[in-house]
């Protein structure tokens, strides 16, 4: 049954109007919510896109800083530099005029976009041949490896950035988009990474980086061509339908030769993805074990077949181990012309044994001289402790005891004490002697007492003063 003898079959009149104004309602709300023709201005973006596509004076000038700054942002691996560079490049303006002149029919637009466009990639592939040329840095960063592989994602991002630019330009009003356009299409980074590979000779470098920007320069365009048709901007007729058709074969030649190249890059990124996916899962449930570990792994290239080598540490594996991993890879990684290697940094077990032992010893050793250093040393200590002692043991508390004599008697100026050695028999002995100067014998003896008493001591000999 069809969807009119449904139609008027199924649905009453009243339902049926009620059907209509609803479709109407959203078809409204559609037009309203998408429509870009609402707020175009055609004529004024054609005189603002002509009057910005030549690259005189200060355009020029913008443009060479543009470029001097996304070569020091590449360079240093700084993204923030790199932003700013194409913030500030006016290298989309001839792009712009390249496709409006395209979509208009105008031939004189044309050439003057192509003839500045090519200006600005010269000036900006020299600017940045010359900085790599000269920097003392200029190694190969992430920044620059970025711009080296297009695919069709890029060809993707060119467009719709290229959607977006043109139809932001088209308004009647200003936006906000211009700048996020340009950051996306990201025209500068691609030339000065080509100025990167020419000035150091890295052809693939080079060539990747050139056909990178010739994407984005070309999906920019058609992009603005398709929304030049779509909002009906007005155009110059054509001489004759054949040109008309030409013209039309042209453009879809020329982007499908574009567009190829990207396409098979892709599919050799996601190639190499799905490569490395299976590589790893066959290496984590294989080879990262309790006792091993996967330091890392490459692919290296010799004669017609690719070698995956795998650096294992930790427990080396035993010969048959490393055969019947090799046979898993063998059969569960569909890779075709990849052959799995173990390079072990483990040692055999008989090497590692004959090591600890040497290094058991070598701590051993070690321990025992460090042992004999400490018994040294702790005699030395004890040895001086004796000294100590003895000094201090021959040592009298003279400040103290004169304090103590002051008060017993205030009329003492000097006193002095010392051992007195005497020989008894070919006998050494120190006897502990007090002597006090201007003293009479009465006091002296009251001082003896008080002495001995005071220090514990069994004898101490009075030194009698020549005045007493």
Known sequence: MGWKQYWYKYLTPVARIQLLRLWLRIKNLLNQTFDIQRGTDAQGTIENIRKN???????????ICGAMLASIGLDTNSAAV???????????????????????????????????????????????????????????????????????????????GGIAGIVANSRKEATNAIPG???ATALMPPVCTAGFGLAKSHWSIFLGALYLFFINAVFISLATFLIVRYLHFPQTSFATPLQKQQVKRFITL?????????????????????????????LETYLHTANTRVLSWEIQKQDSVRLLKVFLGGKALTQDSIQKIVYRFKKEVAIKDLRLQILQTGLPPDVETQLKTEIREQILSAIKVNQEILNESQKTIDSLQRILQQVLADTFPLWQLSREIQVFTPKIDTIA????????????????????????????????????????????????????
Do not use: C
């Open 53 to 63: 596509v030549a690259l005189r004076g200060a355009n020029v000038w913008i443009l």
């Open 82 to 160: 790199i932003i700013g560079a194409m913030l500030i490049s006016p290298l989309m303006n001839p792009i712009l005029g390249i496709g409006l002149a395209v979509g208009i029919n105008d031939r004189n637009l044309l050439i003057t976009s192509l003839r500045h466009f090519l200006i600005a990639v010269g000036a900006s592939l020299l600017t940045s041949f010359l900085y790599f040329l000269i920097t003392p840095l200029g190694e190969i960063t992430e920044e620059l490896l970025a711009r080296t592989q297009p695919t069709l994602l890029d060809v993707l991002i060119a467009l719709f």
């Open 181 to 183: 356009v340009a950051i």
């Open 254 to 282: 020329f982007v499908l030769l574009t567009i190829l190249p990207s396409i098979f890059i892709l599919y050799k990124v996601v190639h190499q993805l799905h490569e490395k996916k299976q590589i790893e899962t066959f």
């Open 417 to 468: 004490m010392a051992k007195l050695q005497i020989k008894l028999q070919d006998t050494l002995v120190n006897l502990p002697s007090l002597w006090l100067p201007n003293v009479d014998k009465i006091l002296q003896k009251r001082l003896a007492t008080f002495i001995k008493v005071r220090l514990k001591l069994d004898t101490l000999v009075i030194i009698p003063s020549r005045e007493s």
